[in-house]
């Protein structure tokens, strides 16, 4: 069983337009809802894939019951802290417009006659993010209670998505101490260096992530300098992680270890959808690959697949375990040091 454990999930709401227009009126073309945040995307990701899944997140109000159906249907095994307040609302906004060329994508408020949109290689996609709202000390006691005892019976753990205001610094570090289960990590900052001396599998920050962990120019600059990211990935190792996974969007994933630095690169994505859970998905993919017994390489090439596969989903982490193993072999990767 993979248990995914996060602090928070979120109600997603998701609009297409043809175009926005800031400061006038505009019409969805499509609007539907799901469950969403990183926990739950990643338990929803696995169980695409053909995994046993338990997730354990806090959640509460009216979205409580209407995640509880929607994860069962998916088949997902929810474990839920109920809260005293309401899980969060968050909207993702998928900007499009059609010409007799087939549909094209352009930037906010952009000029659908500009040339500049023709090739564009993704649609404009625009984050409306409510941040998780508090959780009580003693909510946060019982959640990790119910954590000892579900990490008991997994066989790896990913603990995924930032904290909400008011959590300690070391909660997930405290969470981490009450297993021996291997342990894929997706969050930053402060939370992610107090965990690094539980030696966890596998650290999976984003780019701009990975930035935001270390000290302004500690490295250099991170989002831009090949060798700053580099140089930023080693520490990680060096503190603990036995693998770092970097990814960076639709560019190079790099990962590295205690002996070798390894660049992945996805296949060029032909129709592109909605990018958002396409991290939580290739940490549900690695997972995949972890429990079946594959090597590490070949478990990291089989999440990389199932973030390709996602893109293409209008809805995030509702990935398909035959069209991710399509991907697979497309998915090149070679050692760089």
């Given at each position: ?278 991290g939580d998905s290739m940490s549900a993919g690695i997972a995949r690959g972890i429990r079946c017994g594959l090597s590490m ?41």
């Amino acid at each position: 069983m993979i248990l995914s454990a996060g602090l928070s999930p979120a109600w997603q709401q998701t609009m297409t337009f043809s175009r926005l227009e800031r400061g006038e009126v505009n019409r969805a073309r499509k609007v539907g809802w799901c469950t969403a945040g990183k926990v739950l995307n990643v338990g929803i990701a696995a169980s695409g894939l053909g995994n046993r899944v338990r997730t354990l997140a806090p959640a509460g109000g009216e979205p409580l019951a209407k995640m509880d159906a929607e994860l069962k249907d998916l088949g997902v095994e929810p474990a839920w802290i109920e809260t005293a307040a309401a899980t969060r609302i968050c909207t993702t906004l998928i900007e499009t417009f059609r010409d007799n060329n087939g549909e094209k994508h352009v930037a906010l408020g952009g000029d659908e006659n500009d040339s500049s949109h023709d090739d564009a290689p993704m649609p404009v996609i625009t984050e409306l993010v409510e941040e998780a709202r508090p959780i009580s000390a003693g909510e946060l006691e019982r959640y990790a209670e119910r954590f000892k005892s579900l990490a008991t019976d997994a066989s790896i753990v990913v603990l995924s998505g930032s904290t909400p205001k008011g959590v300690p610094t070391d909660y997930y570090a405290r969470l981490l101490a009450q297993t021996d289960r291997p342990s894929i990590l997706d969050f930053r900052g402060a939370q992610l260096l107090k965990c690094l001396e539980f030696k966890p599998l596998i650290v999976k920050p984003n780019r701009h992530e990975l930035a935001a962990t270390f000290a302004p120019n500690e490295f250099g600059n991170i989002e831009k300098d090949d060798d700053a990211m580099l140089a930023a990935m080693r520490k990680l190792v060096e503190l603990g992680a036995q693998w770092v996974i970097i990814t960076e969007g639709a560019g190079p994933v790099h990962i590295a270890t205690s002996n070798a630095i390894y660049r992945a690169q996805p296949p060029q994505i032909e129709t592109i959808v909605n990018p958002i859970g396409s991290g939580d998905s290739m940490s549900a993919g690695i997972a995949r690959g972890i429990r079946c017994g594959l090597s590490m390489t070949e478990s990291i090439r089989l999440g990389i697949a199932a973030g390709v596969d996602n893109v293409s989903r209008r809805l995030p982490a509702r990935i398909k375990k035959d069209a991710v193993e399509r991907v697979i072999q497309s998915v090149l990767m070679r050692e760089i040091e």
